[in-house]
């Protein structure tokens, strides 16, 4: 799981701040296999099929072969308003790529390490900082993938730029190979929300021949469950997590919930917790200070709901604001609460009282 978290992530990043710069530095017209593409695109060879948005239109890029162990089966790129010349693409998008390509043993440098990290060219973007917005499991087309949100701060020709990538991937097996099928989504965060959308009808749409489950499921392997105080009761508070967790505590007053979780910085770390006994829901997640989107989970044991958090690895503090503490009433006071009740229920029911 942690070597396919980093390809996944890694590959979210490299395609972040390489697909533009790649169709920027191409003399369109005289790369031999270029084809245009738009509207309903069609690759039997990669066993894909997908609708790309009215009004975007790009290209399909000749078969290459790669190094980092991936090779590329299929690549296709468009733009809104489309792609006419190399000055038409813009580094701050918005683009859409669907990327097909065969994973053998995948190894991915540093951004620094690559050409995109050296300082020889105008455009060069140096090594970025990047947080992960929101991690998720999709099914699109009956192809069960993981839907990412990934934001990252980069440089272009010395000036700050922020980035943000949403992408789908699936795995498919076909033609005795393990591929990773991509769609992937970049604009800088001011056009973010404008195109989006787009990206999203256009996800719908895609079919993938083949296709394999991404397993994210059994993750959170180690156990923190912590009792923490409520009303002068202690009460388990049942987390679950690839992290190491710490620091855990309950603020009653606030409705709050927070700890501390640390892993090796690069690898994506996964907690589970289940709330429910100290703290209703809906809840706000926060990872440092920055509004998250968790999942639903349930646990498959107990059966008991609660939510699962997606972060990089590094030390982050994460907090839980609920809406009301469970119990609504302090538990020294249940059981009058009970005698009220059956004195009541016993009077009510008895013919010669009247209540």
């Given at each position: 799981m942690k ?7 890694g590959?979210v ?6 697909m533009?710069?790649?169709y920027?530095?191409?003399?369109i ?45 299929a ?10 010349d ?16 065969v994973v ?28 992960l ?9 009956g ?14 020709d010395?000036k ?19 591929r990773s099928?991509?769609?992937?989504f970049?604009?800088?965060v001011d056009?973010?929300?404008s195109?989006?959308?787009d990206?999203?009808?256009a ?16 993750s959170?392997?180690?156990?923190f469950?912590?009792e ?6 202690m ?9 190491n ?13 927070s ?9 994506l ?10 703290l ?10 920055e ?19 997606f972060y ?8 839980i ?10 538990i020294?006071v249940l059981p009058?609460l ?11 029911r008895?013919?010669?009282?009247h209540?």
């Amino acid at each position: 799981m942690k070597e396919v978290s980093l390809l996944i992530i890694g590959m979210v990043v490299a395609a972040t701040l390489t697909m533009p710069t790649l169709y920027a530095q191409a003399q369109i017209p005289q790369i031999p296999g270029i084809k245009e593409v738009s509207g309903r695109y069609v690759n039997d060879k990669a066993g894909v099929e997908i609708t790309f948005p009215d009004g975007w239109s790009g290209m399909e890029m000749p078969l290459i072969g790669g190094g980092m162990g991936i090779s590329t089966i299929a690549m296709a790129v468009v733009m809104p308003g489309g792609i006419k010349d190399p000055s038409s693409v813009s580094f701050t998008g918005p683009m859409i790529m669907l990327n097909v390509s065969v994973v053998e043993k995948a190894t991915l440098p540093s951004i620094k390490d690559t050409q995109m990290g050296k300082s020889d060219r105008k455009g060069d973007v140096k090594e970025p900082e990047c947080k992960l917005l929101s991690f998720n499991s999709k099914s699109v087309g009956g192809a069960d993938g993981i839907v990412v949100e990934v934001e990252c701060e980069v440089e272009v020709d010395d000036k700050p730029v922020t980035m943000r990538t949403k992408l789908f991937s699936a795995s498919q097996e076909k033609d005795n190979t393990i591929r990773s099928v991509m769609l992937v989504f970049a604009s800088s965060v001011d056009k973010y929300g404008s195109y989006v959308g787009d990206f999203d009808k256009a996800l719908n749409t895609l079919r993938i021949s083949n296709a394999r489950s991404i397993d994210i499921s059994q993750s959170a392997n180690k156990d923190f469950t912590q009792e923490v105080s409520v009303d002068g009761q202690m009460i388990p508070l049942n987390i679950k997590s690839n992290s190491n967790v710490t620091n855990i505590r309950f603020d009653t007053g606030n409705k709050i919930i927070s700890f501390n979780v640390e892993g090796e910085a690069g690898s994506l770390g996964i907690t589970d917790i289940y709330p429910n006994k100290v703290l209703k829901g809906p809840y706000a997640v926060t990872i440092d200070g920055e509004p998250i989107t968790p999942i639903q989970i349930r646990d498959p044991d107990t059966g008991e709901e609660g939510i699962r958090i997606f972060y990089m690895h590094s030390i982050h503090e994460i907090k839980i604001v609920g809406t009301e503490v469970v119990p609504e009433f302090p538990i020294a006071v249940l059981p009058i609460l009970a005698l009220i009740t059956g004195i009541a229920i016993f009077m009510a029911r008895s013919k010669g009282m009247h209540v």
